[in-house]
């Protein structure tokens, strides 16, 4: 395979990610640590949520919930008691793969715009579950007192071990993920997304597949939720707000659809976007506001909604398609 | 049983502005085949003309009227700038794009009006409760939400059976090219169905401003709920909608109110005030969720959207 | 001797409409049997009942000895029926190949096989590759099915139909759209199909079904008015009747 500018950025971005934390040691600081350690584990959520509105064709609004039901095994565990991670996060993997059957059970019976307004109203509704749980801080949310413990096997109140644990499973999901597109069960998936009737009419029960797409990508997706709740000592059910499954979507859509990487790209993108855009606006555009006591700043996602809108105008293949583009023009 | 009753038309009145958010919501993905997240930010917008506009002209109905008409030029705008673009792209670009949307109106209202709620004053003679059986008294001013709600009601199915603009929006839903065959100005009415959708959601967002507060993001959960009502009224359907809605109305409300009586009656009391609420805010869902698996196009499909 | 696949009392309506009326036919092992009729006679509501898209409201569909009736599309296609759209239904996005390897896959045991390279299964891409030769795809394997012509997505149409090695075809208007030479080639390729495999075919073009078909079912407002070997058809007079406007097809078939 050619080294084209595709592989040419994700290896770059496997690279960074890799070095962050002797970055940050060398620095001495570790606030650029605990941001990276959240993009990574958004990384993993997005690019679940990739395998089946990318490749399964299953536009999900409602993938967040995952995030929230892995972080409250995590966190309930926790409050009572229960800090072993070999009994804390295969739990919040069934758990998760659950709530994912029976959600994907119901809302796979319908397609197109019913798939997503259903998956945002259960996700809505487990929601409000989190909300009314008040034994576990209801509203404001559960503090966790200590991190998953693995026994001497691992430290995961140690920054960079912390990190890197997160990393590891970020490459595992994307492996497991490159595997599983390609195999039977991925073009199975992938032709249903093309053209469910034709799957239908040469032989494919394809409800059965979709199904278990959408439970395999929930179970990644609470993996995800056990790793932020241990990265933020804390679950909320702020976590699984409807918002975040937009930000899921967005971080997908903006990194490429249906490509290994493009999540991944997407979740750096909009989280770099999300800090970048209040401190560009405060460099260019405050200045000339300085009479009116107005710091458009403080504003920054009266930009970045239109930018979403641009980006589904005019960029549709995402980042990833971008740098496809370019690397088709170069003379090879 | 008198607070059953009190419970009972609150649900209704709570149920017909879920309506008047969901015949909106389903008139444009009926006809115009978008998904419209952001018609939750109308419906806030609405009620943050209402609360302006109100407290500008020191009168309620004068406001009121401003308010409507700046809520249907902001949604004819807002169709002009933004949707016209999404039309005949896949759904995720509406709601992709329709997202964006509402991260810019809850920034833009926090830029205008500020992060604190503002209040919608009403004027004496609607904020006073009336007698409407011997020895019960009932709010008038939500007494007056399901009068003008039903009156909305009302108007509207007369228009979509009744009229020659109606007669388009049937034949809209249920055959985009017949429309386009009859030589009808389709962008126009796309416009003029957007800005009817929007008006209809800001007419909600001020009446419900009046007993809540204005507050940035006050759409978006009603809006979900509108989304249950239109899964389980059937999409496209303004019938369904308007049945599904009354029904949801009911049953949240007057759920809230009983689950947590009839629990302690089964469980201990602090397993039932953790489960009550946890339950009743599950209901409106769990109704969808049955509905799902009994009849998956919802009670009342349209013909066109099967 | 019971047929392969037998319709009996076969009816379907849409509110007032009345798409198939109380059709009865059987076609035998090895049979190409055509079923004519004017537009909206109900010639793809018929197929859609057949294979499962559409259920009738009453009747029975028997095919190889099993009620079919109420079976879905995949149980149906896993007995040995097979059907190509008359609109062509595609893999737009995969390649032509992966679009027929898919088809062989369908038939291939399940697909909950979650790791090895699909694109690099030789039991999956063999199969696949063989029946795009037949179909005359073979040099456009890698190409995008998006990028295809309409007569290249009208043989890759039928070669889906084929590689799931079927019992029996059901193609609907197979020459929908295609110029005389694309016809003609359509036609030898029927006729080759003809051999091996039972057949339905609905099709506008009276000169192929003519030329092509053991017997011919007429179809007019969801009803059989007529079924027999092409000469009988030829001379039916109700036929004629039914055909009024279309009948320099008929005539053209009669002395082509």
Same mark, same amino acid.
């Given at each position: ?11 770059? !971005?496997?690279?960074?990610?890799? !070095?962050?934390? &002797? ?7 570790? @606030? ?65 793969? &659950? ?7 119901? *809302?796979?019976?319908? =397609?197109?715009?019913? @798939? ?32 998953? /413990?693995?026994?001497?096997? #691992?430290?995961? *109140?140690? =920054?960079?071990? @912390? ?8 490459? #595992? ?11 039977? +069960? ?15 009419? #040469? ?30 000592? +804390? #679950? ?36 770099? !976007? ?14 000339? @506001? ?10 920054? /996602? ?5 930018? !979403? ?17 370019? *690397? ?5 | ?147 003008? $709600? ?22 809209? $839903? ?34 419900? $401003? ?97 | ?256």
């Amino acid at each position: 395979m050619a080294l084209n500018l595709r592989t040419l950025v994700a290896a770059l !971005l496997v690279l960074a990610l890799l !070095l962050v934390p &002797v970055y940050a040691a060398f620095i001495g600081n570790n @606030f650029i640590l605990s941001v990276c350690t959240r993009m990574v584990i958004l990384a993993i959520a997005a690019t679940s949520l990739n395998l089946i509105m990318g490749y399964g064709g299953m536009v999900s609004f409602g993938h967040a919930a995952y995030l929230g039901i892995g972080g409250y095994v995590v966190g309930i565990l926790a409050f009572e008691g229960i800090y072993s991670g070999f009994i804390q996060w295969p739990l919040a993997l069934v758990v998760s793969a &659950v709530f994912a059957l029976v959600i994907g059970a119901l *809302s796979l019976r319908t =397609k197109g715009v019913y @798939f997503i307004m259903i998956t945002l109203a259960f996700a809505q509704m487990i929601y409000y579950v989190g909300v009314s749980l008040s034994r576990y801080g209801a509203d404001d949310g559960l503090t966790i007192q200590r991190r998953s /413990q693995f026994g001497d096997l #691992i430290n995961m *109140s140690h =920054k960079a071990t @912390f990190y890197y644990v997160c990393l590891a499973c970020l490459f #595992i999901t994307l492996f497991v993920v490159w595997r599983l597109v390609n195999s039977r +069960f991925g073009m199975a998936i992938q032709g249903a997304r093309s053209n469910d009737t034709r799957m239908r009419a #040469i032989g494919f029960p394809t409800y059965r597949y979709k199904l278990t797409c959408f439970v395999i990508a929930g179970t990644i997706c609470g993996l995800a939720g056990a790793l932020l709740a241990n990265h933020t000592d +804390f #679950i909320s059910p702020a976590v699984m707000h409807w918002t975040r499954s937009g930000d899921l979507i967005v971080m997908v859509v903006l990194g490429g659809m249906a490509t290994l990487f493009g999540p991944l790209i997407g979740t750096v993108a909009f989280l770099a !976007l999300e800090e970048a855009l209040p401190f560009v606006m405060s460099k260019t555009i405050d200045p000339y @506001f300085i009479p009116s006591g107005i710091r458009p700043s403080e504003y920054w /996602q009266i930009i970045l909604g239109p930018l !979403l809108l641009l980006v589904v105008l005019f960029a549709r293949g995402g980042i990833d398609g971008f740098l496809a583009r370019i *690397s088709d023009k170069e003379p090879s | 049983m008198l607070l059953f009753l009190e419970q009972c038309l609150n649900g209704l009145q709570f149920g017909l502005l879920l309506f008047l958010l969901a015949a909106g919501l389903t008139l444009v993905f009926g006809i115009m085949d978008l998904v419209n997240l952001a018609h939750g930010s109308l419906y806030m917008m609405g009620a943050y003309f209402g609360a302006t506009f109100t407290a500008l002209t020191g009168s309620y109905l004068g406001g009121i009227a401003i308010a409507l008409v700046a809520t249907l030029l902001l949604g004819m705008a807002v169709e002009v700038i933004a949707m016209r673009r999404l039309y005949g792209r896949d759904h995720l670009d509406h709601v992709l794009g329709t997202f964006g949307l509402i991260l810019f109106f809850n920034e833009l209202v926090r830029l205008i009006w500020g992060p604190a709620g503002m209040n919608l004053t009403l004027p004496g003679w609607l904020n006073t409760s009336i007698e409407i059986l011997p020895g019960v008294n009932y709010s008038m001013y939500r007494l007056a939400i399901i009068v003008v $709600a039903l009156g909305v009601a009302l108007g509207l199915y007369l228009v979509v059976m009744r009229t020659r603009i109606g007669m388009l929006i049937r034949a809209g $839903a249920s055959n985009r090219e017949m429309t386009g065959a009859l030589g009808i100005n389709i962008k126009l009415l796309y416009t003029f169905v957007f800005g009817v959708g929007a008006a209809l959601a800001g007419l909600a967002g001020m009446m419900q $401003a009046a007993i809540l507060t204005a507050q940035i993001g006050m759409g978006e959960n009603i809006l979900i709920l509108a989304f249950v009502v239109i899964i389980i009224g059937g999409i496209g359907s303004i019938r369904g909608a308007f049945i599904a809605s009354i029904f949801a109305g009911l049953i949240d409300t007057v759920g809230r109110a009983v689950i947590p009586d009839v629990l302690k009656l089964v469980l201990s009391p602090s397993a039932a005030s953790t489960a009550g609420p946890a339950l009743s805010s599950m209901l409106i869902y769990l109704l969808m969720a049955i509905v799902l698996v009994v009849r998956p196009a919802g009670l009342f499909p349209a013909p066109g959207n099967r | 001797m019971s047929a392969l696949l037998q319709v009996e009392n076969l009816a379907k309506r849409f509110g007032g409409i009345v798409a198939t009326d109380d059709v009865v036919f059987n076609i035998p092992e090895g049979e190409l049997h055509a079923v004519i009729g004017p537009n909206g006679a109900g010639k793809t509501t018929l197929i859609s009942q057949l294979f499962g898209q559409l259920m009738p409201d009453s009747g029975r569909v028997t095919f190889a000895g099993t009620d079919i009736t109420r079976l879905p599309m995949h149980q149906r296609s896993a007995l040995g029926l097979a059907r190509s759209f008359q609109i062509t239904s595609l893999f737009l996005d995969l390649s032509v190949l992966d679009n027929v390897a898919l088809a062989v896959q369908a038939h291939a045991g399940h697909s909950f096989h979650f790791w090895r390279d699909a694109r690099k299964q030789s039991e999956l891409r063999d199969p696949a590759r063989a029946v795009l030769d037949r179909a005359g795809l073979a040099h456009l394997g890698n190409r995008s099915a998006a990028a295809l012509s309409h007569g290249e997505r009208r043989q890759l149409e039928l070669a889906m139909a084929l590689a799931g090695s079927p019992r029996m075809l059901l193609l609907d208007e197979p020459m929908a759209g295609l110029g005389p030479e694309e016809s003609a080639r359509m036609v030898d390729m029927l006729r080759e199909l003809k051999r091996k495999y039972t057949i339905l075919l609905v099709e506008h073009d009276m000169e192929a079904v003519f030329a092509l078909a053991d017997r011919i079912t007429v179809l007019v407002y969801g009803r059989v008015i007529a079924s027999g070997p092409p000469d009988e058809i030829r001379g039916n007079a109700q036929v004629r009747e039914a055909y009024l406007g279309e009948e320099d097809h008929v005539e053209g078939a009669v002395n082509g």
